[in-house]
């Protein structure tokens, strides 16, 4: 059976200092919402169902089951969204590099 992974993208955004990413009223914006957003609205051709109730769980703030094949198309998908700025595609990338190290 293949490894599953238990992924989350609840880290709070981060500015290229450092500091946190926060709204109006001062709360932290986290990385899922934003992965959320953009996986939602990116065109997509193949795994549209999966992208979907990733994207769904993701802007819930639940974290997502993956494989490594999973994984593997989500760190794909991730990279070619041409509308997510590099600094939170680059902070994306590393959650899923991490979970993927921790097997």
């Known amino acids: 059976m293949a490894k599953k992974f238990q992924v989350s993208f609840e880290a709070p955004a981060k500015l290229i200092s450092g500091r946190a990413m926060v709204d109006e009223n001062e709360q932290e914006l986290k990385l899922g919402k934003f ?9 997509a051709e193949r795994n549209v169902i999966k992208l979907y109730g990733w994207a769904c769980k993701m802007a819930a703030g639940d974290s997502i089951e993956l494989d490594s094949e999973d994984m593997s198309s989500l ?22 590099n991490d979970a993927k190290a921790s097997e």
């Open 35 to 43: 992965l959320a957003d953009h996986i939602a609205g990116a065109a």
């Open 75 to 96: 760190k794909a998908f991730v990279e070619l969204l041409p509308r997510l700025p590099l600094l939170l595609k680059a902070q994306c990338l590393e959650i899923l």
